[in-house]
């Protein structure tokens, strides 16, 4: 119960990205999305470190709202670049390293997760500050993380 009442902004997050996702504010969706998420932050806690690294989360709500947008603005004009990747059949799919110079595991965590979401790109690989990205686009790394979406990431997740 602890942890459902030290985390309760965090689980307000997963609650409404719950119905985001479902695409449903009614009371049985809010209702589900209450309990998934609080049973996935009573199993975050209770892991070895879970609880120590989760209370390292400080966002920035406004801030983070500009990181998705500026998120779901590069999955659409990525979706056309490989469409066009596809029909011209310039797929030359490859391994890149990317040096984030991040050092917060946070920011490491949702840039990982938001260069996976873009399509053409899955993170494959984490060592250190250091990402290894799956790409179909060349060799150019501006293609797979985009400065906007980094310079809203650092802003929205206070480290």
């Not at 996702?21 to 809010?30: A, H, K, P, Q």
């Not at 966002?59 to 990525?78: G, P, Q």
């Not at 490989?82 to 890149?96: A, E, G, M, Q």
């Not at 984490?126 to 993380?145: E, F, H, P, W």
Request: proline share 2%; with cysteine.
């Amino acid at each position: 119960m602890k942890y459902l009442i030290n985390n309760k902004l965090f689980i307000l997050f997963l609650l409404v990205f719950w119905c985001i996702l479902n695409g449903d504010f009614s009371l049985i969706t809010i209702m589900q999305g209450f309990i998934f998420s609080s049973l996935a932050m009573i199993i975050s806690c209770t892991i070895p470190g879970g609880a120590d690294f989760i209370h390292t989360l400080n966002i920035s709500f406004f801030m983070f709202v500009r990181f998705i947008i500026i998120l779901i603005a590069n999955i659409y004009s990525s979706t056309f670049a490989i469409i066009k990747l596809i029909f011209t059949s310039n797929i030359n799919p490859h391994l890149v390293h990317i040096n984030t110079n991040l050092e917060n595991d946070w920011l490491l965590f949702f840039l990982a997760n938001a260069i996976t979401l873009t399509p053409g790109t899955v993170t494959v690989n984490r060592k250190g500050s250091d990402l290894l990205v799956l790409t179909a686009y060349s060799n150019d790394s501006t293609q797979i993380m985009d400065s906007k979406l980094v310079k809203a990431l650092r802003k929205g997740v206070k480290h």
